[in-house]
């Protein structure tokens, strides 16, 4: 198959007997090669008049509920090696093993969540009031020289609509101004107050207090016992309990997590989860009474193993109904090794819809092309490659594919830049030419970039030229096989009009008796293939052929930031040899920050040069990822 198409898919309907679906739902989960679609003629709805069903996928839901409960209290990465296969059981074998399993573990691990939560708080209250209890240790001592005192610790939070001197007011209000406090700042979001006040009013204070629903405590008169000093060892001294008291918790959970039983409980759950999955699938048949009929694609690359695993396992138990997919498949991109790392670009629009062309193969090509071109230095882009291979490294053992996607795309782009960079002759700007004349080496760049300005200008447009005609051939085809041929005649149009402007500039600079009726010709082709775009669309064909040449000119671009590139190397060069030795330092800092421009700069227009221009020329998004049962 041609490495920028997407795969082939089969529209797959396998037919069989009721009592062959749970085992039907294992081999397709085995093999992970079937993306499963609703059926469409069979009735589903008579599949649920079946209460059991119901009833018993309510029951399978509910047990998950409650052990995602469980393990979110648990680091489940730690426990993978306790996993083991089980064999094959009966759903209500599942349903009672997990029962029975969560009524020992399930209330093991609330009693100790529950005592851990208690402890944070304690400890987080110690850690909150500690600053203040402890500055405010006079009016704690006068607690206890006078029983007839009585005191709450109170938080503020600075989102309460009520305002400290509002509490104060209401407060002088309720004691008659007979009441000392201190407040302080406990953190961004909280500050407290220290109340302390006769026993007469507690009543009409704690009811106040309760009515604002403020966060309290009520200070013991032991507290003032134990002195400033010794106060501040207690609270460390309980911190240093309840911390303790904490890890004993911890180790409590751990030992109940390593427990055979636990092994047991994770290995059940991961039944009820794979049951519910099937269960789920189930929804999405076709059933009778006796058959079930489920729908989906299969590549015609896996086809085959489809086939040979459900003729082997039913024999003729089974009916497959299958049709080359014509639309609305999902789609599954095929591209070789070299050119996967790429479909990171193409991933920043919408897939392309099934039966048309995949633009991964396309961005291999241009993207490296286009970056090669600005960067065009052999200094720069070997530092950039050795560069991007040790991220490429670290980020492969990291299994951070993305970003190891990302290196390997500058690997393969440098190898474009130090081909450019031949052909300017640029090594670190033009310190290349620099050695080069200070050896006598008679070497001159192929193209000079500091002096031919004009002709990388008229390079960039001639490729912008080619690549917009090529996406537009691109684009006629994909219409064409998806039978949209309005599409199809607007293209070739566009690309009639734009191949034939540039004939007719040459025909112009000719300027001979011959060339002019070559170009009347051209002119009249342009108009009436204008006059007919305009007939197809509108206004908008118009519009189309003007947007073409902004796409054009938006190539002038590979000329410009290049430019930036070397002349940025060269002042460099000129910085060190003409203000030696400060000029080094200066050199080598120019050096560094036009390295760091050129990795991001030539990245982000080469980008756009694909997304914006050359992909809007053809390609057709909408596609659906292709996700084939068994795989999360």
Known sequence: MVVYLIETMYRTKIIGIKEDIFELINILKTLKVFHVIESTE??????????????????????????????????????????????????????????????????????????????????????????????????????????????????????????????????????????????????????????????????????????????????????????????SSHIESSLSKHEKELESLEKQKQFLIQTPEFDKFIRVHQEVVDRISAFQLVEKMGRTEDTFEIEGFVPKSKYKTLESELKKTFNKRILLKTEKAKKDAPVLRINPRIVKPFETITNLIQLPKYGSIDPTPFVFIFFTFFWGFMVGDIGYAVTIFILAAILRSRFKKNQQQGLQNISEIFMISCVSAMFFGLIYFEIFGDFGEIIAHDLHLDIHPILNRYEDTQGLLIISIIIGLVIIIGGLFLGAYNNFKLKHMSHVYSNLLLILIWGSIPLLLLVLIIANDIFMIAFIIDLIIIIISIIILIKLEGIAGLIHVIEKFSNILSFARLMAIGLVGAWMGKVANELTTQLFPLGLLMGLGLHLINLVILVLSPSIHSMRLNVFEFFTQFVLEGGDTYKPYGIN
């Open 42 to 231: 069979l009735g589903r709805e008579e599949a649920f008049d079946d209460k059991d069903f119901r009833t018993t996928k309510m029951t399978l839901e509910n047990l998950e509920t409650r052990v995602s409960s469980i393990f979110s209290y648990i680091n489940m990465d730690s426990l993978s090696k306790l996993q083991k296969k089980m064999e094959k059981r009966s759903t209500e074998d599942i349903i009672r093993d997990l029962e029975v399993l969560l009524s020992s573990i399930e209330p093991k691990i609330k009693k100790i969540e529950t005592e851990k939560a208690d402890l944070n708080s304690k400890i987080e209250h110690l850690k909150r009031y500690k600053p203040i209890l402890i500055q405010s240790q006079s009016l704690i001592d006068e607690i206890d020289r006078n029983p007839n005192l009585d005191s709450n610790m109170i938080m503020f939070s600075r989102k309460s609509d009520l305002r400290l001197d509002e509490f104060e007011k209401e407060i002088t209000k309720r004691t008659k101004g007979l009441y000392e406090a201190i407040s302080r700042r406990v953190d961004n979001n909280y500050f407290a107050v220290l109340l302390l006040y006769d026993r007469e009013f507690k009543n009409e204070i704690q009811k106040y207090l309760s009515s604002e629903k403020l966060s309290t405590f009520t200070l013991e008169s032991e507290l003032g016992k134990i002195g400033l000093k010794d106060f």
